[in-house]
């Protein structure tokens, strides 16, 4: 399940019908703008209205990002930014009400920039020194201008603001500006390359670029009195206004294309949570388009083991504090009921995560519900798988010491009642019983072989799968096909329950047909491919057996299904009337 | 003569040591497990080895390998290998290296001693021993699965079982209670049915009925469908 497009929500036609008429306001400014400028006396209408083209870029710019990402506030920065271009251009209008202010405003576009740089990629200013520099970006800006201004002769657009013309004044608060704006650009420089720092090696090759052009463009605005003996007037301000103008697209395609991935409306979850079915693998997904972090990870608190596992029920834990991933913790009803785990250097803000947490903190207790059951399925499986590990290491051990004792004890009673027997002071009659005594320790031995031959049989102790499964084939009173091609010789031995799950699968099989299927041909095939032990146990008997039938055959094969499953594997049996009976078992056995 | 013992039961490895040297034979060093052994036949070159098959470390087939091992690298020590449980394959490949000079054996016959050593003597003379269950085994197989042996009397598959067990014509005369001749008659017979190569040599003799059963039931069953056919032309 996925979250729908971000078009189909009320909430986003509200936003897109806004844009549009914003779009339109900034349009029918820009528009009035340039009929203004088209009177002016200051210079051709080319390059006045320069500045009125970087707003239609920025506007343009702005629009698309905010229509794209509406929850990030890039797209707002930008249009701001259009309006500060649009009231720049106003400078060089004959109407002193409009160029006034226009006049004090001038170098805001620059500023905007330095505020772009530090609030990227969010549009959100998160720490302290990123919101003071940019506070100070702005001062310096409103007040860049206004001294000369002040202290200056009355002449051209900008004598308006004309108070003395005392040079040494004008100089002395230019040199002023230029200290502060210095400083303030440094700082957003140690900024930017302490998140560079800390940025991954993807991620900083976009950001490197990014910065570079943006403070680039701005330091070009601050060395414009060093520039103009270079390129005259029109050619730096032209050159200066293409650089800035150039930002927002540079940004744009940044946050569009650079792996910025796409944060949806937080309203957008609940739109999704309302609408999806009760079953909603996509949770995690959701929250991490919503969240723009496609590492976003959902983890769940069970309370009963005081720990936190994942959507499959394994446990996992939560992130160190200083790591490059965090965690936001959600609560129901005041009960913690699980966590979200996410990308602390994309998203360094807990808040929106902890906000679209809670709204979804009652999907996220149903699916930490789930994944407490799955944690129990899981032990469960684990501890099924460990019952028949023990029970055949039981068995091995049992086997083993009766080989090693037992057997070895009645060889040698078998021995003295042989020489007890032989002895030549020995009556006829007690040689005799003696002789009896050694048949019946004989006879004895051999029931014992063959009780431990089920127990483990030997071939399996000994060389393993193959070897015990052709020794059942041999053994077997019709004729029986053995295909062991597929199973790798004895030096890659399988899991020992394996084995003899295996092994008990085939005789079990092979007993099953003898009895029931009145067949002329068994077969038997073993092969591993990719992991799985396949077992396949076939006649050419008269079929219609069932896993579930109440003989004994069958219940004889319901606990070797048991067996099968409690090692992760499946246990098939096809056997329509009159096509033979086919039993097929997978169990994953490793690599 | 001169044997080693590879045994990892101390009680069992006593009483086998006992049963030999009362017997007459020599005991030069027995072993508790597979490497110690192989390590006294390279020092001894006994003309007789009688091992275990499970030995440490792993408690697997260690013996049966160190068997095979002896009668590559020594041709003049025999091997006799002892077991709990007797499997037709392990008999198939002690017999397919250098199949002179083998014997396998289940362990219980240890105790019927005078046969016991008679098998001992026999396969240090580079004679072949396998124990009758292993044989019966084979026989019921081949049986199983090829309708050749069908063919023959009860009387001619006993003396095929005894082929098979590594018997010499006159030691399946004691045992069946009849004329060596008679035993030739049956065995010549028995050559015809299965379409063995005629062979004087005992050793010969015993490889060609081994191979015979040992067939892969798909050989059998061509053979067997063949024969089928042609018992019912279309």
């Known amino acids: 399940m996925t979250l729908p497009a971000s078009g189909r929500f009320p909430v986003s036609w509200s936003l897109h019908g806004a844009l549009v008429l914003l779009g339109v306001a900034v349009a029918v400014l820009g528009g009035m703008e340039i009929v203004l400028l088209a009177a002016s006396p200051f210079g051709p209408l080319w390059l006045l209205a320069e500045p009125v083209a970087a707003g239609g870029i920025y506007a343009a710019a702005g629009l698309v990002a905010w229509w794209r990402r509406p929850s990030n506030r890039m797209g707002a920065l930008l249009v701001a930014g259009a309006v500060s271009w649009l009231v720049a251009g106003l400078v060089n209008t004959t109407s002193p009400v409009l160029s006034v202010p226009a006049v004090i405003l001038s170098v805001v576009p620059a500023a905007v920039v330095v505020h772009l740089l530090l609030a990227f990629p969010s549009g959100r200013l998160r720490s302290r020194a990123a919101r003071a520099a940019t506070v100070a970006v702005y001062v310096v800006a409103l007040l860049d201008g206004l001294p000369q201004h002040v202290f200056a002769a009355a002449t051209g657009p900008d004598g308006v603001l004309a108070v003395t013309d005392r040079p040494d004044l004008a100089a002395l608060s230019a040199d002023a500006t230029h200290a502060a704006a210095s400083a303030v650009l440094a700082a957003t420089a140690i900024i930017l390359a302490g998140r560079l720092r800390r940025a991954d090696r993807a991620r900083r090759r976009v950001l490197l670029p990014l910065y570079g052009y943006g403070m680039l463009a701005v330091l070009l605005v601050a060395l414009s009195a060093w520039l103009d003996p270079l390129l005259g007037a029109p050619t730096r301000f032209t050159v200066q206004v293409a650089l800035l103008a150039g930002v927002p697209v540079a940004f744009v395609l940044v946050l569009l294309r650079g792996g910025f991935a796409r944060t949806g409306e937080i309203a957008e979850l609940g739109a999704w949570l309302s609408t999806a079915a009760v079953t909603r693998p996509g949770l995690a997904d959701a929250l991490a388009r919503t969240l723009g972090d496609p590492s976003l990870q959902v983890v769940f608190w069970l309370p009963g083991r005081h720990g936190y596992v994942d959507a499959a029920g394994a446990p996992v834990a939560l992130p160190a504090a200083g790591a490059g991933r965090a965690a936001a913790e959600i609560t129901s009803a005041g009960r913690r009921v699980g966590a979200i785990v996410y990308d602390a250097t994309l998203i360094d803000d807990a808040a929106p995560v902890r906000a679209a947490g809670q709204v979804l903190a009652l999907a996220v207790e149903a699916e930490r519900l789930t994944a407490q059951l799955r944690a129990g399925e899981a032990e469960l499986r684990r501890s099924r798988a460990r019952i028949v590990q023990a029970s055949d290491r039981e068995r091995r051990l049992v086997a083993r010491n009766l080989h090693d004792g037992l057997q070895v004890r009645l060889v040698l009673l078998a021995l003295d009642a042989q020489q007890l027997a032989k002895d030549p002071d020995a009556t006829t009659a007690m040689s005799e019983a003696a002789e009896a005594l050694r048949a019946g320790i004989d006879a004895a031995a051999a029931e014992l072989r063959s009780f431990v031959h089920a127990v483990m049989p030997a071939g399996l102790i000994e060389r393993g799968l193959a070897a015990a499964v052709e020794d059942l084939a041999d053994r077997m009173p019709i004729r029986t096909r053995l295909d062991t091609d597929g199973l790798c010789g004895a030096d890659r031995r399988l899991p020992a329950a394996v084995e003899s799950t295996a092994y008990f699968v085939v005789a079990e099989g092979l007993a099953n047909a003898l009895k029931h299927a009145r067949a002329d041909e068994l077969r038997v095939r073993l092969a591993r491919t990719g992991g799985q032990l396949v077992i396949e146990v076939g006649d050419d008997g008269i079929g219609g057996a069932c896993l579930d039938a109440g003989s004994d055959g069958g219940s004889g094969l319901r606990g070797l299904a048991d067996r099968v499953e409690a090692l992760g594997g499946r246990l098939r049996c096809d056997s329509r009337p009159g096509a033979g009976t086919t039993l097929g078992v997978e169990l994953p056995c490793g690599s | ?234």
């Open chain 2, 1 to 234: 003569m001169r044997i080693v013992i590879g045994e990892d039961e101390a009680l069992l490895r006593q009483g086998l040591t006992h049963v030999l040297e009362h017997a007459g034979f020599t005991v030069v060093a027995s072993a508790a497990d597979a490497a110690e052994m192989v390590r006294h036949v390279a020092e001894r070159r006994p003309d007789l080895v009688v091992t275990d098959i499970r030995m440490p470390p792993s408690r697997t087939d260690e013996g049966l390998r160190a068997a095979l091992e002896i009668r590559r690298e020594w041709p003049g020590t025999a091997v006799v290998v002892l077991s709990q449980y007797v499997q037709r394959r392990y008999a198939v490949e002690l017999l397919s290296a250098n199949s002179s000079g083998v014997g396998y054996l289940l362990k219980q016959r240890i105790a019927d001693v005078a046969t016991f050593c008679a098998d001992l003597e026999r396969v240090a003379a580079g004679g072949t021993v396998l124990d009758p269950e292993v044989v019966a085994l084979m026989l019921a197989r081949a049986r199983r699965d090829g309708d050749a042996l069908e063919r023959l009397t009860d009387r001619q598959r006993q003396v095929l079982a005894l082929m098979a067990e590594g018997r010499t014509n006159a030691s399946i005369a004691r045992q069946m209670s009849i004329t060596d001749k008679a035993v030739v008659q049956h065995v010549s017979h028995i050559y015809d049915a299965l379409g063995l190569p005629p062979s004087d040599d005992d050793h010969r003799r015993v490889l060609a009925v081994l191979r015979y059963l040992s067939r892969s039931a798909a050989d059998a069953s061509t053979r067997s469908s063949r024969a089928e056919k042609d018992k019912h032309p279309r």
